[in-house]
């Protein structure tokens, strides 16, 4: 697979994991709270360059990859996520400005599950959450051991493991994944268009 298939592989798991975490915040009514930004403007968030490769290759087909890449130069490893925009002075109200090519880590958090100590799921969420919400997180927490649906962490990334081990395994400040998943499809891009160049050339 080069690393265009592998962008389509990742797109496919987001497009399942959607559907599934539209059934579950259907279920469960645990969306976010309205204007809310606070993880997003967290800058110790983690991710990978394989679940930003879709953000990648949608920049470049819109010609905004070497800006983006200009944005991201510089002490970006202590600054909230690029395509985080904040509405208020303290971060902590904002919006994503690409939420079609968010990452799965964005996808995952307040919409996912992961298994405790004892063996039971319990939903990965935010303290604003479970105060705000508190009604319906105690009974959705109970629920998803029964019959309510709700995406495993774990098994989707075992999904995107199974794609690129590399490229997934290793996490990063958000930012320095997005710059090196910009990187390698700029790279990519450039040898697939010179190959396709010199072919024409030989005819």
């Given at each position: 697979m080069n690393l265009q298939e592998k962008s389509l592989e990742v797109r496919k798991v987001f497009d399942e994991l959607d559907v599934d975490i539209k059934a579950f915040l259907e279920?469960?009514?645990?969306t976010c709270l309205s204007g809310?930004?606070?993880?997003?403007?967290?800058?110790?968030v983690s991710a990978s360059v394989l679940e930003f490769l879709p953000l990648a290759f949608d920049l470049?087909?819109?010609?905004?990859?070497?800006?983006?890449?200009?944005?991201?130069e510089g002490s970006i490893e202590h600054e909230h996520c690029i395509i985080y925009?904040?509405?208020?002075?303290?971060n902590a109200m904002g919006f994503c400005s690409d939420y079609n090519n968010r990452g799965l880590i964005c996808r995952l958090f307040s919409s996912s599950s992961r298994k405790n100590k004892e063996g039971k799921k319990e939903i990965i969420t935010c303290k604003k959450i479970k105060e705000n919400k508190k009604e319906q997180?105690?009974?959705?927490?109970?629920?998803i051991n029964g019959s309510m649906p709700v995406p495993s962490s774990s098994d989707t990334y075992s999904k995107l493991y199974n794609i690129d081990f590399q490229l997934t395994s290793e996490q990063m400040p958000i930012n320095i994944a997005i710059?090196?998943?910009i990187e390698a499809v700029l790279t990519f891009k450039y040898y697939q268009e010179n190959?396709?160049?010199?072919?024409?050339?030989n005819f």
């Open positions: 279920a469960s009514k645990l809310c930004g606070f993880c997003c403007s967290n800058p110790k470049y087909e819109k010609r905004k990859a070497e800006e983006a890449l200009e944005l991201l925009k904040s509405i208020s002075p303290d997180y105690e009974r959705a927490s109970i629920e710059k090196q998943a190959e396709a160049s010199e072919t024409s050339e």
